[in-house]
Protein backbone atom coordinates (compact mmCIF):
# COMPACT_ATOMS: atom_id res chain seq x y z
CA UNK A 1 0.00 0.00 0.00
CA UNK A 2 1.11 3.09 -0.48
CA UNK A 3 0.48 6.50 1.32
CA UNK A 4 0.75 10.11 0.30
CA UNK A 5 2.32 12.41 2.79
CA UNK A 6 2.73 16.01 3.32
CA UNK A 7 5.86 17.29 5.27
CA UNK A 8 6.49 20.71 6.96
CA UNK A 9 9.96 21.31 7.75
CA UNK A 10 10.83 23.33 10.20
CA UNK A 11 14.03 26.03 10.07
CA UNK A 12 17.09 24.85 11.10
CA UNK A 13 19.34 27.70 12.54
CA UNK A 14 22.25 25.53 12.68
CA UNK A 15 21.51 24.58 8.87
CA UNK A 16 20.72 28.24 6.57
CA UNK A 17 19.87 26.76 3.68
CA UNK A 18 16.74 24.94 5.44
CA UNK A 19 13.72 27.03 5.60
CA UNK A 20 10.00 26.71 6.10
CA UNK A 21 8.80 24.20 3.70
CA UNK A 22 6.06 21.99 2.57
CA UNK A 23 6.80 19.05 0.82
CA UNK A 24 4.69 16.30 -0.65
CA UNK A 25 4.96 13.09 -1.79
CA UNK A 26 4.11 9.00 -1.20
CA UNK A 27 5.63 6.26 0.00
CA UNK A 28 4.78 2.50 0.97
CA UNK A 29 7.07 2.79 4.49
CA UNK A 30 5.78 6.52 5.68
CA UNK A 31 7.97 5.90 8.65
CA UNK A 32 11.25 5.13 7.03
CA UNK A 33 10.52 8.07 4.63
CA UNK A 34 10.12 10.45 7.72
CA UNK A 35 13.20 8.98 8.97
CA UNK A 36 15.28 9.58 5.81
CA UNK A 37 13.55 13.27 5.56
CA UNK A 38 14.61 14.68 8.67
CA UNK A 39 18.31 13.36 7.79
CA UNK A 40 18.17 15.03 4.71
CA UNK A 41 18.98 12.07 2.64
CA UNK A 42 15.89 12.45 -0.09
CA UNK A 43 14.33 13.78 -2.78
CA UNK A 44 11.34 16.26 -2.48
CA UNK A 45 8.28 18.03 -4.28
CA UNK A 46 8.43 21.49 -2.78
CA UNK A 47 5.14 23.34 -2.39
CA UNK A 48 5.64 27.20 -2.19
Do not use: A, C
Not at 1 to 7: D, E, N, R, S, V
Not at 10 to 32: A, F, I, W
Amino acid sequence: MYYTYILWSEPVPQQPGKLKKYYVGSTSNPEDRLIRHNRGKVNFTQIN
